[in-house]
């Protein structure tokens, strides 16, 4: 299959990483040229760490020459359009626009959103509402086997046929949700996360103390671990989205000190800082 992912970051490369090397062509598009330079670094660091370890059958240099990287929409049409830009819903709700115009109903499209209602964004796309759909991925995308798939008011069956189909071909588990505020897994994390934050906060217990608990409780990684691998950033999009979408339910308010490490510019592992100090 052809798929174009629109957005250059940790998930729009993660994304393409994992289709080239399950034998389809990615074609990776972001209006900033050195953020496509970047991910095509990274995905071919990615591929070489993943050769080196013995978990390819192919050599990077043939499974590069299924990527291509653009700065604007593919003239011809392609099998699958999925959008994985930040979390604003203006933004995504323009491209939608944008892409509903541009593409023949035989193109699927799919919003990789980590919470945004899908109904939402395909009220800017009025000709084809019915071929848009979620596809959320999980970060990191090559090692994450789940794949949320999510109909909309206007999602036909088989928007949700095809997704299956290509997270099958992908090696992924596909699960089909509700479009409701953060789908499934997000809803189930806001709490782990959120009461995390405030133990630490209110003095219970250290981060490191919250992390290494949760580890031994048989979690890979504790939550403030996972949210500067995730992206702080991210994290508290995701928890503003669905403490709006609930309409302002108390479980899911945001917490001030995600607020204050965005505003420092202290954003994960790919800022250097976040809740940890990283080389």
């Known amino acids: 299959m052809d798929v174009l992912i629109i957005g250059a970051g940790t998930m729009g490369s993660g994304i393409a990483q994992t289709l080239v090397v399950a034998g389809h062509r990615a074609y990776l598009t972001d209006p900033d040229g050195t953020a496509l330079g970047r991910a095509q670094e990274r995905i071919?660091?990615?591929?070489?760490?993943e050769q080196e370890r013995g978990r390819l059958v192919e050599p990077v240099d043939s499974l590069m020459t299924r990527l291509d990287t653009t700065r604007e929409l593919l003239a011809?049409?392609?099998?699958?359009?999925?959008?994985?830009?930040?979390?604003?819903?203006s933004l995504k709700q323009k491209i939608f626009h944008d892409l509903d115009r541009h593409y023949p109903p035989s193109v699927w499209l799919a919003s990789n959103t980590s919470s945004i209602a899908i109904s939402h964004l395909a009220s800017q796309a009025n000709r084809y509402p019915n071929r848009l759909g979620g596809l959320h991925f999980f970060n990191?995308?090559?090692?994450?086997?789940?794949?949320?798939?999510?109909?909309?008011l206007d999602t036909s069956a088989d928007f949700v046929t095809a997704a299956h189909q290509l997270?099958?071909?992908?090696?992924?588990?596909g699960i089909t949700v509700p479009d409701r505020p953060g789908f499934l897994v997000n809803r189930v994390a806001r709490p782990y996360y959120?009461?995390?934050?405030?133990?630490?906060?209110?003095?219970?217990?250290s981060l490191e103390s919250v992390d290494r608990v949760m580890q031994g409780a048989g979690f890979p990684m504790g939550p403030f671990r996972v949210i500067d691998l995730v992206g702080?950033?991210?994290?508290?999009?995701?928890?503003?989205s669905v403490?709006?979408?609930?309409?302002?339910?108390?479980?899911?308010?945001?917490?001030?000190?995600?607020?204050?490490?965005?505003?420092?510019?202290y954003l994960g592992k790919k800022s250097g800082r976040g809740f940890y100090q990283y080389d």
């Open 140 to 152: 990191p995308v090559p090692r994450m086997a789940l794949v949320e798939v999510v109909p909309g």
């Open 194 to 205: 959120l009461e995390a934050l405030r133990m630490v906060d209110e003095g219970v217990a």
């Open 167 to 173: 997270i099958e071909s992908l090696g992924k588990t």
């Open 243 to 265: 403490y709006t979408e609930t309409h302002g339910d108390e479980r899911y308010r945001p917490h001030p000190w995600q607020e204050q490490l965005v505003l420092r510019g």
């Open 232 to 240: 702080v950033d991210v994290n508290y999009a995701v928890t503003q």
């Open 76 to 89: 011809n049409p392609v099998d699958w359009v999925i959008e994985a830009a930040p979390e604003q819903a």
């Open 44 to 49: 071919r660091t990615n591929l070489v760490r």
